[in-house]
């Protein structure tokens, strides 16, 4: 069956980074897109970024871009993502979810919490 | 950017009730739009993609309708298990989640 395994949580000091993996199993990694998408508390989702592990290419929200950086690693089916110069605004629960066109974000990862404090 | 607007915010029902949760896309999305449910501490479940299509094992009290801008998500009887809160999900450009509605209990 599909599973998305993320990595576990993160406890960042304000102006860290932090890098959070999606490990997959399944299905063929490079026939879907990744999508990170965060959830701060209490608050609605908020997509971040997608990437192609075919092509390796990339697509972020505005609100983040220059601070996030997302790959792959097709040999083991893994999505990274990266997030630089934290703030206590970046507290939230991370996923990974899949998609491809007509389906988006099928199947989830369990979530990953970060947290910013000092 | 294309944003979404749920409505209403909370929803109080009873079991059995039907229920009715409305997304607004603000341009044109044809019907690139998907539902989700989502449980306190869970990853959101997809539940319909295509405005209307139900995903494989979705229970059929689920429905989706709408074209364009207008979408609607309904519960035909509202079962124990769908006391949750729903997301819509514009796919058309990028992808933008709406502000969610929580369904409670009456």
């Known amino acids: 069956q599909v599973q998305l395994w993320q990595s576990g949580p993160e406890l960042q000091k304000p102006g860290a980074s932090v890098n959070i993996s999606c490990r997959t199993s399944?299905?063929?990694?490079?026939?879907?897109?990744i999508s990170w998408i965060r959830q701060a508390p209490g608050q609605a989702l908020e997509w971040m970024g997608w990437?192609?592990?075919?092509?390796?290419?990339?697509e972020y929200a505005h609100s983040l871009q220059g601070r996030l950086s997302m790959t792959t690693e097709t040999s083991t089916s893994t999505a990274y993502m990266e997030l630089r110069s934290l703030t206590s605004d970046d507290t939230a629960i991370y996923y990974c979810?899949?998609?491809?066109?007509?389906?988006?974000?099928?199947?989830w990862g369990q979530g990953t919490l970060v947290t910013v404090s000092s | 950017d294309i944003q979404m607007t749920q409505s209403p915010s909370t929803l109080s029902a009873s079991i059995g009730d039907r229920v009715t949760i409305t997304c607004r896309a603000s341009?044109?999305?044809?019907?690139?739009l998907a539902w989700y449910q989502q449980k306190p501490g869970k990853a959101p479940k997809f539940l319909i993609y295509?405005?209307?299509t139900l995903e494989s094992g979705v229970p059929s009290r689920f429905s989706g309708s709408g074209s364009g801008t207008e979408f609607t998500l309904t519960i035909s009887s509202l079962q124990p298990d769908d006391f949750a809160t729903y997301y819509c999900?514009?796919?058309?450009?990028?992808?933008?989640f709406g502000q969610g509605t929580k369904v409670e209990i009456k």
């Open positions: 979810a899949r998609e491809r066109g007509v389906v988006p974000f099928d199947h």
């Open positions: 399944g299905y063929t990694f490079n026939t879907y897109g």
């Open positions: 990437i192609s592990p075919f092509t390796g290419k990339t």
């Open positions: 341009q044109s999305i044809s019907d690139w």
């Open positions: 295509r405005a209307s």
């Open positions: 999900l514009q796919y058309k450009t990028y992808w933008t």
